[in-house]
Each structure stands twice: as structure tokens, then as C-alpha cells.
């Protein structure tokens, strides 16, 4: 009989591999379908939790041009059994608490549940799931979550500011949407609600509204409906939209760090304390939502100043002293300027499909455009792109949607307003390169000097 490595199309030190020199979304087949979790449907786990309560986020099956964010939502709690029910159409049966929700009406959302809590009576269900597989020895349910949805649940667009993302489609189809790094400026990056390592898009990308987003319109679109099976590998700092598309879908996702995650926590820090001081302070346009729910408390500022201590101690104690920080590509691995990288090649065929670049419905000429832009099916990976989200292009972004906006009209600046500029992605990225010179210079015992990069443009 043959051992399951020999079934797989890529050994885990191949698939580990090949993970590294991906930098587009792509999708690996037969990676996964012997996986013990794959039998994971919502009729088996209801069995296997119970009577065990789920917090649920349910949304109203409207169709809108602006993104439903987690701070606009409402919520239950209910076991598997009554979900099962109301997703049935049993109007007569024991629904628990959605009674309350017509499943005409509203989708459901059991979205970020860790395993290692649903399951910590019957830890043996960890090993259902085998990222090591993928190249990581011993990870496994305990370093997952579980996302169990209706037709119509999504996940507002969004970009993690940590790692990168293996999600396993287990029952149903999901609909994922993912654009560049690069088009961050194009995507209106937003702070609020505000969730730590979670930066969210002003736009509803399956829905735009041209007049307030125009420049969505240079966006790059990466399309791909992920079946039961198959794994779906989103590269570092990819914004993603995720909606399902059948009446109950579940899928199980992990996600894995890297070492330029220490940086990236510097980032979160900053963003943490400027967001809270300004959200937390009295003001007339301070009483919306703003923090998500999946935030406890709004932490003090000297929490926060506390935090961002940490971080950057934390940072400057695993990198090297540099006086420059060099750019990345979408895994996270620095790129030196001065050496030409050798092309690689990933190996797309029937068992890895890269996710193409699709061109916006209602955008004529939009295949050109795609197809200039991405890599070809070769995928000769010769190193990472330029990246156009610095702070020339991101002043040109504000303008433009002071413009578009209608500041003509003197339309006045709200908290919220100037927190999109202050914690942009670029200006936020800047902060940290300051931050961290600041702090390697003091530990150099060298007198900071008063001038940066962004003085010398």
C-alpha cells in the first residue's frame, strides 16, 4: 500500500517550497482531500459539539454599494442543532435565538473560532487537520480556526497585517476577491472599526460606487470560487473579500507568521495608540462604533505606550542594525537592491492553479490592463515589484478623494477623516522606519539625527 506521501502531488518540503516563491493567490489540489477534517460538515459537528453555544454574526441579505462591517452586525448564540434548523426553513422547529432572524432575510456568520476552543473537551479532533502537510511540522487544529457560514455570509475586505493565509475549503463553495499590496491606494484603507491586525477597505468591491471611490477603478481584481478539497495560499498583505455562495459552507484556515511580523507589530502598536487616543478622546463626531467586536476593551494610552515599548525592543532585538530598511516582497523576505534575484519557477499545473487577475464587469479594456500586470502562467518570480504605495502616490490619493468626496463644498473634517490619513498604510510604514532608527541610534549611543527619508524628498 502506497504511504500518504506518495499520494501527494508536492512533498511537504516542496509545498514549503513553493509557498515561498509564490507571489500571487494560488490554489493547491489534492493536497488536502484525505484530511480527516474534510468530514467536517455542519451535520457532523453539530454532533460532535452539542449542545455547545456558537456565536453567530448575522447580516441583512441586502443589496448595498457600501461594505457591512462587523460594528454593524447582530449577533447570537445558538448550537449547531438550531443553526441546522433555521437553515432548513423549519419555522416550526426549535431555532433557539434565531428565531428572531427570518433566514429569508439575513445570513449567518460563525467566522474566527478556534478549534483548539470549540474542541478543548476532545483535543484528539486537533489532528483532523495536518498543515504539516504544507511544511509545518505539528501544526495542526490547535493553530486554526473554523469559519461556518450561510449563502450571502462575507467578510468585509480586508488585509491582515500578519503572515500569510492557508484556508481549506471543507463544505460548499466560497467566492474570494483579492487585489495586490500594490493597490493598497486604490482600495481606501481605513482604521475604523478599528481591530487589531485588520485593515479594512472603504469600498464594496462587489458593489463599487464609482463617485465616491473612483480610484477602485485601477484595482486588480483576482477572482476564485474554492471547492470542497482544495486549498486556497493568500500571500502576505493581500486584500481579500470572502462571501459564501451555497446555503451552509464551512472552512478551516491558518495563519502563519514570519519573521517580518515583528516589524509589522511595530506598526499595529503605532496604529493602536494613535487611534485610541483620538477615538477615546470627547468630541461631537466621537460617538459612532469604532471598535470591532472582536476587540475587549479600549486600552489606556499608557497601555498602548507600554505595547509599542515591547514591540519595537522586540524588533530591534531580532534585526540586524541597518541604517535603511530594505523593501519586501509579498512573502516578507527583504530584497537586496544590489544583487539581480535568479528567476524561480513555481510549478502551476493541475495541482497548484495560480488565481488569474479578472478584469472589473463594467470596466471595458480591463483584460489589457490585467494581463500586463500579473505574472504569466510560467510565473518567473524575478523578484518584488515597485512598490507605488509611497507617500508621493498616497498624497495624490488623498487629493483625489477630497475631490471626489466633495470638498468644494466644505464638507467638514471629521475624527474619522483624519485618522485615515494619519494611519494610512504609508504614513504608518514611515513611522515605523523613524521609530526604529530612533531607537537602534540610541542603542548605537549615537545622537539621533533630526531629518529622515521623507525630509529628503
Request: net charge negative; aromatic share 8%.
Amino acid at each position: 500500500m502506497a504511504s500518504r506521501a506518495t499520494v501527494k502531488p508536492f512533498s511537504p518540503a516542496e509545498a514549503r517550497r513553493i509557498q515561498n516563491v509564490l507571489q500571487q493567490p494560488a490554489v493547491f489540489l489534492n493536497m488536502a482531500s484525505d484530511w480527516p477534517v474534510c468530514n467536517w460538515s455542519v451535520d457532523q459537528l453539530a454532533v460532535s459539539l452539542g449542545d455547545k453555544l456558537i456565536r453567530f454574526r448575522l447580516g441583512r441579505k441586502d443589496e448595498t454599494n457600501w461594505p457591512l462591517f462587523e460594528t454593524q452586525c447582530a449577533y447570537l448564540e445558538a448550537n449547531l442543532a438550531q443553526f441546522l434548523r433555521w437553515t432548513s426553513g423549519h419555522g416550526e422547529a426549535d431555532v433557539g435565538s434565531f428565531a428572531d432572524y427570518p433566514f429569508s432575510e439575513y445570513w449567518a456568520y460563525a467566522d474566527y473560532k478556534y478549534i483548539a476552543h470549540l474542541f478543548q473537551e476532545t483535543p484528539s479532533k486537533f489532528q483532523d487537520v495536518r498543515w504539516s502537510d504544507f511544511g509545518f511540522e505539528g501544526r495542526d487544529g490547535r493553530a486554526s480556526t473554523l469559519w461556518i457560514g450561510t449563502q450571502g455570509a462575507n467578510t468585509p475586505c480586508h488585509l491582515d497585517s500578519y503572515g500569510f493565509n492557508l484556508v481549506l475549503q471543507v463544505q460548499g463553495r466560497k467566492r474570494w476577491h483579492l487585489f495586490p499590496p500594490e493597490d493598497t491606494a486604490s482600495m481606501y484603507p481605513t482604521r475604523i472599526p478599528y481591530e487589531e491586525s485588520s485593515v479594512f477597505s472603504q469600498v464594496d468591491v462587489v458593489r463599487p460606487d464609482p463617485g465616491r471611490f473612483p480610484a477602485f477603478r485601477t484595482a486588480r481584481p483576482h477572482r476564485v470560487t474554492l471547492l470542497p478539497g482544495q486549498v486556497l495560499y493568500v500571500p502576505r498583505h493581500w486584500w481579500h473579500y470572502v462571501e459564501s455562495l451555497d446555503t451552509v459552507t464551512v472552512s478551516v484556515n491558518t495563519w502563519i507568521e514570519l519573521e517580518v511580523d515583528d516589524e509589522a507589530r511595530v506598526s499595529e502598536a503605532v496604529t493602536k495608540a494613535v487611534v485610541c487616543a483620538l477615538k477615546a478622546a470627547p468630541s461631537h463626531d466621537n460617538h459612532d462604533t469604532w471598535l470591532n467586536p472582536t476587540e475587549d476593551e479600549v486600552a489606556t494610552h499608557e497601555e498602548n505606550m507600554q505595547c509599542l515599548n515591547l514591540a519595537v525592543q522586540a524588533c530591534t532585538q531580532q534585526q540586524p542594525i541597518k541604517t535603511k530598511t530594505l523593501k519586501r516582497d509579498s512573502a516578507g523576505r527583504a530584497a537586496d537592491p544590489t544583487v539581480e534575484p535568479a528567476p524561480i519557477t513555481a510549478p502551476f499545473g493541475p495541482h497548484l492553479i495560480p488565481v488569474p487577475c479578472a478584469p472589473h464587469d463594467d470596466a471595458p479594456g480591463s483584460d489589457a490592463v490585467c494581463s500586463a500586470k500579473i505574472q504569466t502562467k510560467q510565473a518567473k518570480l524575478s523578484g518584488p515589484p515597485t512598490d507605488p504605495s509611497g507617500p508621493d502616490r498616497f498624497r495624490g490619493e488623498i487629493a483625489e478623494q477630497g475631490r471626489a468626496q466633495g470638498a468644494e463644498h466644505a464638507v467638514p473634517i471629521t475624527t474619522n477623516d483624519l485618522l485615515d490619513c494619519l494611519v494610512h498604510p504609508a504614513v504608518i510604514s514611515h513611522v515605523t522606519e523613524l521609530l526604529l532608527e530612533k531607537r537602534r541610534t540610541r542603542c548605537r549611543g549615537t545622537t539621533p539625527a533630526h531629518h529622515s527619508s521623507l525630509d529628503q524628498r
